[in-house]
């Protein structure tokens, strides 16, 4: 059963999957690290504290999205921890030991929100909070706009305002796709269209796991795969705000030049067909996210 030690940390001994096989389980001592915002595990526990630089393994609680049982693997009181580069299987001894894990992780990982956001605030707040947002990415807080749609002979328009409310007088008319009519979804302009990244790759495959040729096309608004460079409708696309990460593999290496992609529902292994190929995917998906 999980414990609280001296230094107000939830731990205990626990069976963790460290190569992600749901089959080999090792017994390991876990520690939930609030104030370093880790989750660390080792051989036994730790008699001193230089006995905790060298973990079995880590896991930075800022990644995790997600813990939860994990009803789809065949093994007895699992729970998995989702992270974008992968998910982590865990196994307890009984149901209670279980659900109080998973509490005590979600509780260590979830996302407070600063109760500004929840009071409103004077215009020179959001102008100061804007500023903040705008330190490191070249942009004035000063033309920090937001938008609002009215009904204009009977159709809906979408108007660019500036924080005090101000509509934002344009010197070029309104783009058609802004434009719908009323009984109609409203639509937000498609300014995605732009490709960023396309070619050939081979992806692993989620069910049967084996590896297939694809072309792949990165948008400014989306990432799709093919069967062939000729289709004009994609296997799969997926919106860019789905996509989490990106990185080149380096821990296992499984192939060469292996790219790996996390998306909000699933992790994507990619192989490029040269090094660097994979860094320049890694590249566009970073710049596109």
Not at 26 to 55: C, N, T
Not at 157 to 183: A, F, I
Not at 219 to 228: M, N, V, W
Request: glycine residues 4%; aromatic residues 12%; hydrophobic residues 35%.
């Amino acid at each position: 059963m999980p414990e609280v030690d001296g230094q107000n940390r939830h731990c205990g001994y626990l069976d963790i999957d460290e190569m992600d096989t749901k089959k080999k389980f090792q017994h390991r001592y876990l520690i939930v690290d609030r104030k370093k915002g880790l989750i660390q595990w080792f051989i036994d526990k730790p008699m001193k504290a230089s006995d905790e630089d060298k973990p079995c393994g880590i896991i930075n609680i800022g990644y995790i999205t997600k813990v939860d049982v994990a009803s789809k693997a065949k093994v007895s009181y699992c729970f998995v921890i989702n992270t974008p580069f992968r998910p982590y299987y865990v196994q307890t001894i009984n149901q209670v030991e279980l659900e109080e894990w998973v509490e005590i992780i979600n509780d260590a990982s979830k996302i407070t929100v600063p109760k500004l956001f929840f009071h409103p605030a004077p215009l020179e707040l959001f102008k100061m909070f804007a500023a903040h947002l705008a330190k490191d990415a070249s942009i004035d807080p000063e033309q920090t706009f937001t938008y609002r749609t009215e009904i204009v002979g009977g159709v809906v328009v979408k108007k660019k305002c500036t924080l005090d409310g101000q509509v934002v007088k344009q010197d070029e008319p309104t783009s058609p796709t802004s434009l719908t009519h009323p009984d109609q979804h409203f639509q937000f302009p498609n300014v995605g269209s732009k490709i960023i990244k396309q070619g050939w790759a081979i992806k692993q495959g989620h069910v049967r796991k084996n590896w297939k040729r694809r072309y792949f096309i990165l948008k400014q608004d989306r990432f799709a795969y093919y069967k062939s460079d000729q289709d004009k409708e994609p296997i799969r696309s997926i919106p860019i705000n789905e996509i989490l990460a990106a990185r080149a593999e380096d821990e296992m290496k499984p192939r060469d030049n292996l790219l790996l992609l996390a998306t909000t529902d699933k992790i994507y292994y990619i192989q490029a067909e040269t090094e660097d190929d994979m860094y320049e995917w890694v590249d566009a998906f970073c710049n596109a996210i």
